[in-house]
């Protein structure tokens, strides 16, 4: 069974960091791009960063330079770092692959992507 598990989140303070991590398991996540998304309370899920699968990176405009998406194909795993953290981050953060195998085309569309995890909380509160 192709399924993702995010871990990593947390209760941060406002400024504070954090590591996400996606864990591919029932396949080898290597020849796809990978995303990751967010949903806030009350809001749609969006799209916060895409690494495909020759590692070009793809970040919404309002985490660019706080955020880094990396991926592990040996670990079978992708990561991503969150830095600078602000209230407005808080979200539960999902991953999953691309129906376009490697490619972050239109990447910012959940419905491109497939096999989500069931999420990892991030609260970013003083």
């Known amino acids: 069974q192709l399924q993702f598990v995010e871990s990593g989140g947390g209760l941060v303070q406002p400024g504070g960091s954090l590591r996400l991590s996606c864990a591919a398991s029932?396949?080898?996540?290597?020849?796809?791009?990978i995303g990751w998304f967010r949903q806030a309370p009350g809001k749609e899920r969006e799209g916060v960063s895409c690494i495909s699968s020759s590692t070009t990176s793809y970040y919404a405009d309002s985490v660019k330079g706080r955020i880094t998406i990396s991926r592990d194909n040996a670990k079978n795993t992708v990561s991503l770092q969150m830095n600078s953290l602000k209230p407005e981050d808080t979200a539960v953060y999902y991953c999953?692959?691309?129906?376009?195998?490697?490619?972050?085309?239109?990447?910012?569309?959940?419905?491109?992507?497939?096999?989500w995890g069931q999420g990892t909380q991030v609260t970013v509160s003083s």
């Open positions: 029932g396949f080898s996540l290597g020849y796809y791009a």
């Open positions: 999953g692959k691309t129906r376009y195998g490697g490619s972050c085309v239109r990447w910012k569309e959940d419905n491109v992507f497939n096999s």
